[in-house]
């Protein structure tokens, strides 16, 4: 009875705590239609309590897919794969873009199509897989700017609402601001 109950303990006890992650403005794209390689792009949220890793990544679209990040040495641009694994603090935004962190798709099976999908499973340390179907879309915009900070969208104009004075005239279901207004000939109001 002892050994059940201490192997019931170490299997509540012994399982990761998930994270929970939102995957936000998925998108794929190749250098240029028809190229043999691509790349994966997408805004990961970890909203859970925890934090968490993305750590590996499958898909059955390309022979090879690693994450990867844009590294400037000696002043060059060069792409290196992720071994560590890209961190997911919690309540946080992780941004996966091009000029940055990705995830990088070689020796695609078929051509990147526009309005197409991707199938990616992603692996999270704490979370485990998931898996989702990213579009290619070869107009996205990345919510990152060219200098890596990110880049808020043009907030709505404010509308202030229209201040009506409650003792003003009505006229056929208009109402006037202006007290002083004269009713319309042949108009009756209240």
């Keep these: 009875m ?5 192997a019931a303990f170490i299997a509540v006890f012994a399982t990761p705590t998930l994270a929970e992650i939102q995957i ?21 949220v970890n909203t859970g ?7 590996g990544v499958t898909t059955e679209a390309a022979r090879k897919i690693e994450l990867h990040s844009n590294v400037v040495v000696d002043g060059i641009a060069q792409m290196r794969p992720i071994t560590e694994g890209i961190f997911l603090p919690t309540g946080a935004l992780t941004v996966l873009a091009r000029g940055g962190d990705h995830i990088m798709l070689m020796g695609l099976v078929t051509p990147l199509v526009q309005d197409q999908f991707v199938r990616i499973t992603l692996i999270f340390e704490q979370a ?12 996205a915009i ?49």
């Design 2 to 6: 002892k050994r059940i109950l201490l």
């Design 24 to 44: 936000r403005n998925g998108y794929a794209r190749s250098g240029m239609p028809g190229a043999s390689s691509g790349a994966a792009f997408m805004t990961l």
């Design 49 to 55: 309590p925890f934090d968490d890793r993305l750590i």
């Design 128 to 139: 485990g897989e998931m898996t989702i179907d990213v579009p290619v879309d070869y107009l």
């Design 142 to 190: 990345d919510p990152i700017g060219s200098n890596g900070a990110l880049v808020e969208p043009e907030p709505e104009p404010e509308v202030e609402p229209e201040v009506v004075d409650p003792n003003a005239p009505v006229v056929e279901g208009e109402v006037t601001t202006d007290p002083e207004a004269a009713p319309v000939e042949g108009v009756t109001t209240n």
